[in-house]
């Protein structure tokens, strides 16, 4: 049992990693392609169904 629960365990943490992968990379490209903040807010709210706070947070932490 111990086995399989680590192996969900890094199955879950494998794709928690690349969604934010996606989001950091997401609003980079749409920074460098002069999408200003809001309209980025929304298409992470859209795309990666977030919450307006969540968006937010995201582009506080990859907002160059």
């Given at each position: 049992k111990?086995h399989s629960?680590g192996?969900?365990q890094g199955?879950?943490d494998?794709?928690e990693?690349?969604?934010?992968?996606?989001?950091s990379h997401?609003?980079?490209?749409?920074?460098?392609?002069?999408?200003?903040?809001?309209?980025?807010?929304?298409?992470?709210?859209n795309?990666f169904?977030?919450?307006?706070?969540?968006?937010v947070?995201k582009?506080?932490?990859y907002?160059?």
């Amino acid at each position: 049992k111990g086995h399989s629960e680590g192996l969900e365990q890094g199955i879950k943490d494998g794709i928690e990693q690349g969604i934010e992968q996606s989001i950091s990379h997401s609003i980079l490209m749409l920074q460098e392609s002069g999408v200003p903040k809001d309209k980025v807010i929304l298409q992470l709210m859209n795309h990666f169904q977030l919450s307006t706070e969540e968006a937010v947070t995201k582009i506080d932490s990859y907002w160059k």
